[in-house]
């Protein structure tokens, strides 16, 4: 069968050649779906999903090669009103350890879903919050992190006294988030969705519009007996809209911590911050997180709940007692110190060590029969390519935060530390810091070419 009868007959026959009235522009725009054709074969490019994912007879190598032709179809068809989701299958998978419901679409779908998710990211971005850091083009976590760095060391440098200085920060984590934004007709997310839609200065979409991005925001899956249901709670994991509902959610919550004189208020999806030096402000703070994600319907995770009493000496408060004493406080996997440095928290230090022991160890095994001194030069030219943060393919998670991000250099000293450790004992077969006495850390470093992160984080600052 050729592909244009393939997927007439996929988007419902006779409906192709009409062009709606009154729709949103934007879904009527076929490079968008270029767009996302061509992002689906990046993301798919070695995985197998070129052939695994599938539409009918029609799988995602056929749509690449006709992505001009497919694209126009889907544009058409969607612009006319005519284009008609179908169910999800649902399905678990184990993520470090955790289960998460993943939901697989048909390939055309698929696409539609990201074409309508690209055009509520636009349409939601001109409403969100500046303390939004979470799925925004050119925004990052470490922007919300530097950005708490920042105002910390304001403070600082604001209070000379250092007994004067401490900052109440907040610790909020909402609880399985994914799973419990409402989705009934009674949810904010229509009211949030709608306003951002309205506030773009394009056309008002179009009833069959709001039909297609309401089937998109809520999905509709296939129940264990094979029938349709639309859920009422949860947004579709692992699609582009998910992102779009996690940021949008809570921006009645977002502008009335953003809007308070004085504090600090920053957001990653579910990880929110605040931070005021006034305890009163603070409690009031803890109180209106309270009231709006119980407004709406959602609550926080109590034992990720955190009220800290931020300052050099870890010290208590006498106005707010419950605000436990600190010298650092977290926010989205990295910590930043009273003083205002940055260094990378403790879940990110042990995924690091962990992928260079790996490493090390792999390689260390392969050069059995070699020399201490060969094994040595191998195991550091392999943990120094796991610090190349210009290769994407090779470094761990954390590598680009090292050379840019992190300030904290008493941490890139003990990073340098243990990591010349792994080379010295895997070179050597021997554990822990009796390894340096076969192989000295000066040998590690200067004759076996291990890098420094401390130096190299030097250098970089010197440049700017």
């Not at 995985?47 to 029609?58: K, P």
């Not at 998910?242 to 502008?255: A, E, G, P, W």
Request: proline fraction near 4%.
């Amino acid at each position: 069968m050729a592909l244009g009868s393939q997927l007439a007959r996929l988007v419902e026959r006779g409906r192709l050649g009409r062009r709606g009235t009154g729709v949103h522009a934007a879904l009527g725009d076929r490079r968008r779906y270029e767009r996302q054709i061509d992002r689906l074969h990046q993301r798919h490019l070695f995985d197998g999903g070129l052939h695994r994912l599938i539409d009918g007879e029609v799988n995602l190598a056929t749509v690449v090669m006709h992505r001009g032709h497919v694209s126009r179809l889907l544009a058409q068809t969607v612009a006319a009103g005519d284009y008609r989701l179908r169910p999800a299958r649902v399905r678990t998978i184990v993520v470090e350890g955790r289960e998460r419901t993943v939901f697989d679409y048909p390939l055309l779908d698929l696409i539609v879903h990201g074409v309508v998710a690209d055009v509520l990211t636009e349409a939601i971005e001109p409403i969100l919050s500046t303390g939004v850091y979470s799925y925004r083009h050119g925004v990052s976590s470490m922007d919300g992190v530097s950005a708490f760095a920042r105002h910390v060391r304001a403070h600082r440098r604001s209070r000379p006294d250092p007994r004067l200085r401490g900052l109440y920060v907040l610790r909020r984590d909402v609880d399985s988030y994914t799973d419990s934004i409402p989705l009934g007709p009674s949810s904010a997310i229509w009211s949030q969705l709608e306003v951002a839609m309205c506030a773009t200065g394009r056309n008002a979409p179009s009833a069959t519009d709001r039909e297609l991005i309401s089937e998109v925001v809520r999905p509709t899956v296939l129940t264990d007996d094979g029938h349709p249901a639309s859920r009422l709670q949860g947004v579709a994991t692992g699609q582009p809209i998910s992102c779009v509902c996690f940021n949008v959610y809570l921006r009645d919550i977002d502008q009335a911590l953003g809007e308070i004189p004085g504090g600090f208020y920053a957001r990653y999806s579910d990880d929110l911050l605040f931070a005021h030096p006034e305890a009163t402000v603070a409690r009031h703070a803890s109180e209106t997180l309270d009231a709006g994600i119980a407004a709406l319907r959602l609550k926080f995770n109590d034992e990720k709940r955190r009220d800290l009493y931020l300052n050099g000496a870890g010290r208590g408060s006498a106005e707010w007692p419950d605000a436990r004493g600190a010298t650092s406080a977290a926010f989205v996997g990295m910590r930043v110190t009273a003083d205002g440095t940055v260094a990378l928290g403790q879940r990110k230090v042990r995924g690091l060590m962990r992928d260079a022991r790996r490493r090390a160890l792999n390689t260390a095994t392969a050069l059995d029969a070699a020399s201490v001194d060969q094994r040595g030069r191998a195991v550091a030219g392999v943990i120094n390519a796991l610090l190349d943060r210009e290769d994407a393919q090779v470094h761990g998670a954390a590598v680009p935060l090292l050379a840019h991000a992190i300030t904290d250099r008493r941490q890139l000293e003990e990073l340098d530390h243990e990591l010349a450790l792994v080379v010295a004992s895997s070179a050597t077969k021997v554990r822990g810091p009796q390894a340096f006495r076969t192989a000295p850390y000066r040998v590690v470093r200067d004759e076996w070419g291990l890098r420094s992160l401390r130096r190299a984080r030097d250098r970089n600052q010197g440049h700017k």
